[in-house]
Each structure stands twice: as C-alpha cells, then as structure tokens.
Nanobody
Framework: QVQLVESGGGLVQPGGSLRLSCAASGIIFSFNVMGWYRQTPGNERELVARITGGGSTNYADSVKGRFTISRDNAKNTVYLQMNSLKPEDTAVYYC???????????WGQGTQVTVSS
C-alpha cells in the first residue's frame, strides 16, 4: 500500500531553517506530483509547494523566495527546504502524492513545525 513518511519537523527560532523530507513507497514516484501542504487549528489545509515528476514547481505566495521544494526520483523522496522561517509558518506540514494518471491522492501523517522564540 501507499506510504508517505515525513520527517524533519521541530521547533526553530524565527529566521531559522528546517528541512522536511517525505519518503514514499507503494507508488510509481515519477508519475506523481508531490506536494507539501500545511494546516493550523481551525483552518483548511493549504498548499505550500508542489513539484512535478519533471521538476516543475509552484509555491504559495507566502513562501516564495524562502522555501524550496525538490525531489530525488531515485530515492522516492521529496524535500522542503524552509529558510527565514516566521511564526506564521507554524503548522502541521503534510506530504501529498497526486497520481496524475488516475487522480488518486495519498497523504502522510504530518509533521509539526513550530517557529517561536
């Protein structure tokens, strides 16, 4: 079955950096658009960044210039490098795999990112 396992969350001070990783199994990784979403209590899950199998990317306006999404198709892993973190980046971050052939979506369990002094 499909498994997405996130890692790399934690507590960081404003202005700091974190790198999230998401290891995928049970999917044909290159057929999936991989994305990072985030959610705070009482709010809907929102797109942070996503990347196609060919490496095309798009970002939420709030993270442009600070976050970078990348993928290693040989390792079935997607990354989110987060720099210049702000308190408003605090959220649970979820990895998503979207298979463009059939529209199937898979989600990871989420990893908490807290930006606070």
């Amino acid at each position: 079955q499909v498994q997405l396992v996130e890692s790399g969350g934690g507590l960081v001070q404003p202005g700091g950096s974190l790198r999230l990783s998401c290891a995928a199994s049970g999917i044909i990784f290159s057929f999936n658009v991989m994305g990072w979403y985030r959610q705070t209590p009482g709010n809907e899950r929102e797109l942070v960044a996503r990347i196609t199998g060919g490496g095309s990317t798009n970002y939420a306006d709030s993270v442009k210039g600070r976050f970078t999404i990348s993928r290693d198709n040989a390792k079935n892993t997607v990354y989110l490098q987060m720099n210049s973190l702000k308190p408003e980046d605090t959220a649970v971050y979820y990895c998503n795999a979207h298979d463009f052939r059939n529209g199937n979506d898979a989600w990871g369990q989420g990893t908490q990112v807290t930006v606070s002094s």
